[in-house]
């Protein structure tokens, strides 16, 4: 049972090149989510969707987009990587919305570095 | 936008001794998740406290929610070298779908 993959595991990018993260999910959630993970941070919700075709702004968007097309697939996208950006990447799907108290089932990560 | 304080940042104890981890906020929340984070893997849901004063048992992890639900803990009978890991409360919003993550606990049992 996969669970939540994403990919790539590590990445490396150059100031101003783009990217997709790539995430799917097998469990048939309707709810998905990006986060990232800094050192004493804590997790931040960047995007989420409750649904495919719908997508909503979490605490920190600037810099990045999502799409949902369909149930399984939710990607995120740096349109031009800034050093900022430098950080771990979750992705996250519950069967409901957080909202609800539904747990999140997370992916293993990808360690991105912008230089 | 909603915030949750965790203390103590950082945690270094022998095998054996007793532990509590706080979890405060000024805000209230329609329920509260522990999750627990190893190195290179995502974090995994220990327990999710819905109702204020709830109490909840998972072996040696006694987990509160407080009355007013804005607070919780996580209290860790006699660690073991295998409770090592980053733990981290998150905090739940009826109004929106965003949950709200504290900025961890990093536990270290010395065996």
């Known amino acids: 049972n996969a669970g939540v993959t994403q990919t790539p595991k590590f990445q490396v990018l150059k100031t101003g090149q783009s990217m997709t993260l790539q995430c799917a999910q097998d469990m048939n959630h309707e709810y998905m989510s990006w986060y990232r993970q800094d050192p004493g941070m804590g997790l931040r919700l960047i995007h989420y969707?409750?649904?495919?075709?719908?997508?909503d702004q979490g605490e920190v968007p600037n810099g990045y987009n999502v799409s949902r097309s369909t149930t399984e697939d939710f990607p995120l996208r740096l349109l031009s990587a800034a050093p900022s950006q430098t950080s771990v990447y979750f992705c996250?799907?519950?069967?409901?919305?957080?909202?609800?108290?539904?747990?999140?089932?997370f992916g293993n990560g990808t360690r991105l570095t912008v230089t | 936008t909603q915030l949750l304080e965790q203390s103590p940042q950082f945690l270094s104890i022998q095998e054996g001794e007793n532990l509590t981890v706080y979890c405060n906020s000024s805000s209230v929340f329609s329920s509260l998740q522990w999750y627990r984070q190893e190195p290179g893997e995502g974090p995994v849901l220990l327990v999710t406290?819905?109702?204020?004063?709830e109490v909840k048992k998972l072996k040696r992890l006694t987990f509160q929610f407080g009355d007013a639900r804005k607070d919780s803990s996580l209290h860790i009978t006699a660690a073991q070298p295998g409770d090592t890991g980053l733990y981290l409360c998150?905090?739940?919003?009826?109004?929106?779908?965003?949950?709200?993550f504290g900025g961890g606990t990093r536990l270290m049992v010395k065996p």
């Open positions: 406290v819905v109702t204020g004063g």
């Open positions: 998150a905090g739940a919003s009826n109004a929106g779908n965003m949950l709200t």
């Open positions: 969707s409750v649904g495919a075709g719908i997508t």
């Open positions: 996250a799907s519950s069967y409901l919305g957080t909202g609800m108290g539904s747990p999140l089932h």
